[in-house]
C-alpha cells in the first residue's frame, strides 16, 4: 500500500464555540491578535460579538477589514504592513473565504517577506507562518481547514493558487450558529463550492482511502441538506451542511482539486466572477470531460446524487451530472456563462491563464486551453 497523509487543523466544532476564540488564542501565545474580517461580517454582528470576546478575557488586538470578495494582493501586502507596526502575533480570521485567504496572505509575508506573488505554485514557503486561528461564517471555501490560499494578482489579473502545508491554520473553530444571519442567496455560491470540493477531490489522482471517505461524506450531507436549507433555513440543515463542508474540505486540502477550480480562477481573476457562481455553472461540464478517465468513480458519485444504479457506470455518472443541472436550475441561479459575463472576447485568455493553474495539475484528464475554451463556449 502506498504512503498517505492526511493534515488538517485541530478542529472545534458546535453551537456557541465561538466563545473559545480567545482561549484558544491565549493557548498560541497570543499577547496583540491581527483580527482579519470584513464589512459584511460586521454588519451581521459577529466582528463586534468576537471583539466582545476577546476584551473579556483581556486580550489586545488589532483589527483590520479591508478585504473584498476575491481579495486583492495589495490588500494583503497593506494587511501585513499593518501586522508588523503593530507588532502583533496571532493571526485570528473571521469570515467567509475572503477574509480567511486574506488572513493567510497576510502570515504569510510577515512571515517569509516579500510580495505573495513570490509563493505562487505549490511548497514555496520555507518559514513557519504566526499561529492561526479560523472562524468560518458561511461554509464553501473551508480555508479554515485547507493548506490552500487564493489572492488576485490585479496587475495581472489572475487569481493565484499558494498551497503550502504551514498554510494550515492551527486550530479551526466552526459554530453553526454564525449561519444563522446569512441569507438565501449567500448560502447558495459556498454550496457548490462545497460540491465541487467533493467531487473533484475524490476524483483526483492523488486521492486516497481517508480523502475519499471524506470526500463521499460531505459529498452525501450536501446532497441530503441543500434543499431543506434553502427552503427553511433551518439551523439542524444549515449544521449538517457545515459538517459537510468540513468533510469536503479535509478531502481536498490533502487531496487536491482539479480543472473545475482551474477554470473558476480565470474567470474571477478577469472578470470578478463569485467562486461558487462560476462551480455552479461549470461543474456538470467538468465532471462530463472528465468521465471517460473514472468512469467507475463518477458513477459512486452518481449514486450518491441519485439515490439509485442504474445498468452501467457511464449511465449511472451522467444521471447524477443531469441531476446536478436540475439542481441549478430548481434553485434559480445562473445556468449560462452570459447570465455573468458582459461578453465571450476575454474566454481565449481566461483559457489561457486557466491551463496555468497548479491546480489542473491534479485533475484525472489533461487538458489544454482548447479544451478549457470548448468547456466555456458549451457554458455560454
Known sequence: MDIFKF???????????????????????????????????????????????????????????DVVPNPRDFQVHNGADLYRREEADVVLALGGGSPMDAAKGIALIVSNGGEIADYEGANMVRRPLPPMVFIP?????????????????????????????????NISITDPLLLETLSREQIIPPLFDSLAHAVESYVSPIANPFTEAWSLKGLDLLIRHIRPAL??????????????????????????????????????GMHDVVHGTAHSLLLPSVMRFNLPVCEA???????????????????????????????????????????????????????????????LLTNPRQADWKDILNIYYEMW
Not at 309 to 314: A, I, P
Open 7 to 65: 493534515a488538517i487543523p485541530e478542529v472545534i466544532f458546535g453551537r456557541g464555540s465561538l466563545q473559545y476564540a480567545s482561549i484558544c488564542a491565549k493557548r498560541l501565545g497570543a499577547s496583540k491578535i491581527f483580527v482579519v474580517s470584513d464589512p459584511g461580517v460586521e454588519s451581521a454582528g459577529w466582528v463586534e460579538n468576537l471583539l466582545d470576546i476577546l476584551r473579556k478575557e483581556r486580550l489586545d488586538f488589532v483589527y483590520f477589514n
Open 137 to 169: 461564517t458561511t461554509m464553501g471555501s473551508e480555508s479554515n481547514i485547507s493548506q490552500f490560499t487564493v489572492v488576485t494578482d490585479v496587475e495581472r489579473r489572475v487569481k493565484m493558487t499558494v498551497i503550502s502545508r504551514t498554510l494550515v491554520p
Open 231 to 268: 427552503e427553511h433555513c433551518r439551523l439542524e440543515d444549515l449544521e449538517q451542511l457545515a459538517i459537510a463542508g468540513t468533510s469536503s474540505g479535509m478531502a481536498f486540502t490533502n487531496a487536491s482539486v482539479g480543472l473545475g477550480h482551474a477554470l473558476a480562477h480565470a474567470l474571477g
Open 297 to 359: 468513480k463518477m458513477a459512486k458519485i452518481g449514486e450518491i446524487i441519485t439515490g439509485k444504479r442504474l445498468r452501467t457506470d457511464e449511465a449511472t455518472a451522467l444521471a447524477g451530472i443531469e441531476a446536478l443541472e436540475q439542481l441549478r436550475e430548481e434553485i434559480g441561479i445562473p445556468c449560462r456563462l452570459r447570465e455573468i459575463l458582459p461578453d465571450r472576447t476575454m474566454l481565449p485568455q481566461a483559457s489561457h491563464n486557466a491551463v496555468k493553474d497548479i491546480c
